[in-house]
């Protein structure tokens, strides 16, 4: 009887001493990891408070929750819209299995998950779906390449567009070729091709275009066969000890190599490693080379019997008419080294990406047995190696124009679209702001313990150390604009350049047999289902599976 007396009295003790959480500003989170009081209160960290105390209460006002729509607080909303996504997911059990006459491939450079996300907000709404975010297949690449497990743009290029995995730096090469390798580069046993060349030997058109150096490690994948992703022209060679008439330059491969000079479309930047270096270019900027070739002469003469032209601006580009049949091969080399970022291009010199990429599909379009067509939305990347998301994601934007408009202007009946990154980045998401929170601005749920705000975006590494972290206190954002395009985000590590990630990236497909690119595989993977999609290149396709 004594210890059921003692019992009561305890409960009754602690139900006393006990509070909630939710209303007693001097007590810590019931569960800091999912966070809650800035939801309920506005609260100020007084100087009683202890340490963890205060930690726990470092909280922003309490936040209003402003939905775009008064819909979004009513169930039905929600329930129309899963009903909405049900409808297109049943529609995916009718499977494409015609032949894909063309198949075009988006490559993103660096273009992460969290960028996907993050671009949402950016364009104003989490809800918000980019063009291809409405294909009906996706499916996850694996990104490590042959010996590091986060990838460079040169590897991940053998292995989606040439379907090997390679060694870190080196393009179109098995991983018997190590970086540097010259003697190894030159041995043809050590080559592999790209799905371009398996395109060309069926019979059909081939190009690219990029947003970056047209000799860069992506559209390099087409074409070449390189130890060093940098040698794109004789002289970054010479500087490493050898010789560029044993080991061919990248600028040279494009020009005079069996896939490039076949190619009906190269469109991007560049200029500099096809001039020498006594030669300036329209913007009066030197070439590169050391060997006093001027390629781009070079490939006027390749095609003087075809009907070519080669451009140098916006202008000049619209002027050409591709729509009518009267341009056969293009060229197009729109700045001396990478294409300005779109938020800093001029109009009338630059092109858009979804400008070149139309252009690209009139003179491919004309040929009957269809075309393959690579393009890359390369400075996402480079917006993200200076910790500069505005860039990545108005790139991102841009990126996802030119899908719409390839989309739009052909069929899914006989056109696989293909949607991918070649690698991630470090930049993360975070934190419990409010709906429409300004992604390029604070959060604004929560402060950090040192009682200053917080961006959304951070990075893992990279040179927004230096401004926001090294200092004797934190860089108080609310002080600094943060749109400003120079803007570098706060980033954990002192790097120079940020770096790219290791995790998966995702791949978006529309067209015939675009269900192949469901569920999670290698990225080598992916030219071979395109291959097998468009019955092209030495493996297995859906017109030899018919057949037997």
Not at 182 to 196: F, G, L, P, W, Y
Not at 204 to 224: D, W
């Amino acid at each position: 009887m004594l210890y059921r007396l003692l019992c009561v009295y305890l409960a009754l003790v602690g139900g006393l001493v006990s509070t909630s959480p939710l209303h007693h500003e001097a007590e810590e989170e019931y569960d800091p990891m999912h966070p809650q009081r800035f939801l309920f209160a506005d609260l100020a960290p007084t100087a009683s408070t202890d340490q963890r105390a205060k930690r726990s209460s470092a909280s922003m006002p309490k936040l209003r929750f402003e939905p775009p729509s008064p819909n979004e607080q009513h169930a039905q909303y929600w329930n129309n819209v899963a009903q909405d996504i049900l409808d297109r997911q049943l529609h995916k059990n009718r499977l494409n299995r015609k032949v894909a006459k063309n198949v075009i491939m988006f490559l993103g450079d660096g273009l992460s998950i969290p960028t996907l996300a993050a671009t949402r907000v950016y364009l104003g709404d989490e809800s918000t779906e980019l063009s291809f975010e409405r294909f009906p297949y996706v499916g996850l690449s694996k990104t490590y390449c042959a010996n590091v497990q986060v990838a460079d743009s040169a590897c991940t290029a053998t292995a989606y567009l040439a379907g090997v995995k390679a060694n870190y730096g080196t393009i179109g090469l098995t991983a018997a070729a190590a970086l540097g390798d010259c003697q190894a580069q030159n041995d043809t046993s050590n080559h592999v091709h790209s799905i371009a060349k398996w395109a060309q030997d069926a019979g059909l058109s081939t190009g690219f275009v990029t947003t970056t150096e047209v000799t860069n490690a992506s559209p390099a994948g087409m074409y070449a066969h390189t130890a060093n992703r940098n040698w794109e022209y004789n002289g970054a060679i010479e500087k490493d000890g050898f010789d560029p008439a044993v080991c061919q330059d990248i600028a040279s491969q494009l020009i005079h190599g069996e896939v490039g000079k076949h190619m009906r479309v190269i469109m991007g930047g560049g200029r500099r490693e096809f001039l020498p270096t006594h030669e300036t270019d329209i913007d009066g900027i030197r070439g590169r080379r050391t060997d006093g070739e001027d390629l781009i002469k070079h490939w006027q003469h390749h095609h003087s019997h075809h009907r070519s032209a080669y451009v140098q601006n916006r202008v000049q580009l619209l002027e050409t008419n591709t729509a009518h049949g009267e341009t056969d091969y293009l060229l197009g080399l729109f700045s001396s080294k990478h294409l300005p970022y779109h938020l800093d291009a001029d109009e009338q010199q630059i092109p858009t990406l979804s400008e070149m990429v139309s252009t690209a599909m009139d003179i491919l379009e004309r040929n009957d047995n269809g075309y393959f067509l690579f393009v890359e939305g390369g400075r996402i990347d480079h917006g993200h190696h200076y910790t500069q998301p505005i860039r990545a994601f108005d790139e991102t934007v841009e990126f996802a124009k030119a899908i719409e408009m390839a989309r739009s202007r052909t069929s899914q009946d006989n056109t696989l679209i293909v949607v991918t990154a070649d690698h991630s980045h470090t930049m993360t998401m975070s934190g419990y702001s409010s709906r429409r929170n300004d992604i390029l601005g604070v959060n604004n749920g929560q402060r950090a313990d040192d009682e200053l705000p917080y961006a959304t975006i951070s990075y893992a590494n990279g040179p927004g150390y230096d401004r926001n972290v090294q200092r004797e206190a934190r860089l108080d954002l609310n002080r600094v604009d943060m749109r400003d395009k120079s803007f570098a985000f706060p980033s954990t590590v002192p790097l120079g350049l940020e770096t790219h990630g290791g995790d998966d990236v995702a791949v978006f497909a529309s067209g015939p047999w675009a269900h192949l690119f469901s569920g999670t595989y290698e990225q080598h993977f992916i030219p071979h289902a395109m291959a097998y999609a468009g019955c092209i290149g030495p493996g297995r396709t859906a017109c030899t599976e018919q057949q037997s």
